[in-house]
T-cell receptor
Framework: GAVVSQHPSRVICKSGTSVKIECRSL??????MFWYRQFPKQSLMLMAT?????????EQGVEKDKFLINHASLTLSTLTVTSAHPEDSSFYIC????????????FGPGTRLTVL | DAKTTQPPSMDCAEGRAANLPCNHS???????VYWYRQIHSQGPQYIIH???NNETNEMASLIITEDRKSSTLILPHATLRDTAVYYC?????????????FGAGTRLTVKP
């Protein structure tokens, strides 16, 4: 149980275009999901917290108008990178929490974004 | 959430036990210790977590010292597929605000 999927796994786009990444909790409901970004040889950095039915909470330095987050249902959150530029190329990872005493968080497999 | 300190890298021979240490000297009473690992180009994988008692599952064992200021993740029989970056995270579980803050982790290399 506790499987999180992401789609697509890899995407290449031209500079200036927008890219949508989906994150789904397959066998549990998640009122909260998280989006991380990871640059090569670095650790994961939290970008934003996605709350079902309300606005996302962004970390300092993350542009909310550039990284649009929609958490439309208890099993789906989407991250849209708008007007992507080469510096947005990164590994984007989502996670969802399994409610309970320790609230263990489960991560998706990640999406590799390359902006040309 | 308390900060953690881990060695940047470790090697282990295939088939031997891998013991990965983590210091969390500022841990508070209600903070759990979580371990995740990240194999290259994949999302982090949950391994184990604990509060104060030692824990064991099919993947690993977690040994937490009595004062809770440090812990050790034990992979009893390391395989080449266990080569990954291992992250020790200390935090209070908060369902609606329970993001994981990742440090640099320990890069474990299992060698044949």
């Amino acid at each position: 149980g506790a499987v999180v999927s992401q789609h697509p796994s890899r995407v290449i786009c031209k500079s200036g275009t927008s890219v949508k990444i989906e994150c789904r909790s397959l066998d549990f409901q998640a009122t909260t999901m998280f989006w991380y970004r990871q640059f090569p040889k670095q650790s994961l950095m939290l970008m934003a917290t996605s709350n079902e039915g309300s606005k996302a909470t962004y970390e300092q330095g993350v542009e909310k108008d550039k990284f649009l987050i929609n958490h439309a249902s208890l099993t789906l959150s989407t991250l849209t990178v708008t007007s992507a530029h080469p510096e947005d190329s990164s590994f984007y990872i989502c996670s969802a929490a399994l409610a309970g005493g320790s609230d263990t968080q489960y991560f998706g497999p990640g999406t590799r974004l390359t902006v040309l | 959430d308390a900060k953690t300190t881990q060695p940047p890298s470790m090697d282990c021979a295939e088939g031997r036990a891998a013991n990965l240490p983590c210091n969390h000297s500022t841990i508070s009473g209600n903070e759990y210790v979580y371990w995740y690992r990240q194999i290259h180009s994949q999302g982090p994988q949950y391994i184990i977590h604990g509060l104060k008692n030692n824990e064991t599952n099919e993947m690993a064992s977690l040994i937490i010292t009595e004062d809770r200021k440090s812990s050790t993740l034990i992979l009893p029989h390391a395989t080449l597929r266990d080569t990954a970056v291992y992250y020790c995270i200390v935090r209070v579980p908060r369902y609606n605000n329970n993001d994981m803050r990742f440090g640099a982790g320990t890069r474990l290399t299992v060698k044949p």
